[in-house]
């Protein structure tokens, strides 16, 4: 059990999931996650802080690509232009965990405790994306708008997703509702 | 003690504000903020549920007159005339406040469970404004983006407002960043 376990992440998460989803967040506990994974509680607490980490755990992964997203885009690109490259670096990582995002959706959207920590998680999100648009020279209020229309259009756009018939890819439906926002904004009043 | 107070929600309001301010907000008890008052422990939860709502108290005001403002625009109003709407009925009562509007801010910056619910109360906000969209028969999608952006403008604005140096009314800063998220988006890849 102490033994280096190269899968044991994926497998907790995998656990977690398949528990929440049986038998409600708030009724499982971290020995049955480590237990249904055939890990000790302690290789648990080596991967995540607590039950609730394991739905949030790919967030700083999300922030980075989200972040080097933006630094990597042309210097030519404007603020949309930015807010589409941070879209673009969010899908990968989304179609990447495709397999678990339902679940995941409808775990958290069963629970107002990890929908206040969603909005956290997005809070912080828009914080590094505004600032990695400050660093592009784009100025104060310009990126907090950019920033959190990022996370606005990534979240409704994630929402399709999930749910979407035909499967589409995220970054096809994120584009659809970026391009939706701006004739939105684009018309008169 | 026992009798009715008519100012006594606006003087609970006040002590807490200046008791937040000077010593903390995690210093303060409701004990003390009645005593400054000049009221009891059981008049302050005749009005406020604990002291963290003393600060969001406004929230439910502010709710049903941005969904009132929705309602009332003309029938041919755009999308982008609604979230206009929003902020303009959002102005009247970040007007009626102003004098503590600085205070309420700078005590909810310096909390992060304050600032936690902040988030939570403006993600209620959103599904509100959105839902007030839809009844004038915008379409999910396109509901879900102008009420995030309506909330958006409005966190952006306020953050401005209340440390503006020449004091502008918030109306004038808020159309000012719509005016600039439609720039934004607007603009060609």
């Given at each position: 059990m102490g033994r280096w376990q190269p899968d044991a992440r994926m497998r907790l998460q995998e656990a977690a999931l398949a528990l929440y989803s049986e038998r409600g967040y708030d009724e499982t506990t971290v020995a049955q996650i480590a237990e249904r994974a055939g890990l000790t509680k302690r290789t648990f607490f080596r991967y995540f802080a607590?039950?609730?980490?394991v739905l949030f755990w790919g967030a700083q992964f999300l922030e980075q690509r989200m972040v080097a997203g933006i630094d990597a885009a042309?210097?030519?690109?404007?603020v949309f232009g930015l807010i589409g490259a941070a879209l673009d670096a969010a899908a990968v990582q989304f179609e990447e965990v495709r397999e678990f995002a339902g679940q995941r959706y409808r775990i958290i959207s069963s629970s107002p405790e990890l929908q206040e920590r969603e909005l956290i998680k997005t809070a912080s999100l828009a914080t590094a994306i505004a600032s990695a648009m400050r660093k592009r020279g784009i100025g104060e209020t310009a990126a907090d708008l950019a920033a959190h229309t990022a996370t606005t259009v990534m979240h409704i756009a994630y929402t399709q997703w999930v749910e979407d018939a035909e499967q589409r890819p995220f970054e096809q439906i994120a584009r659809q509702a970026l391009g939706q926002l701006r004739e939105l904004v684009a018309a008169a009043e």
């Open positions: 607590d039950k609730r980490e042309p210097a030519s690109a404007s």
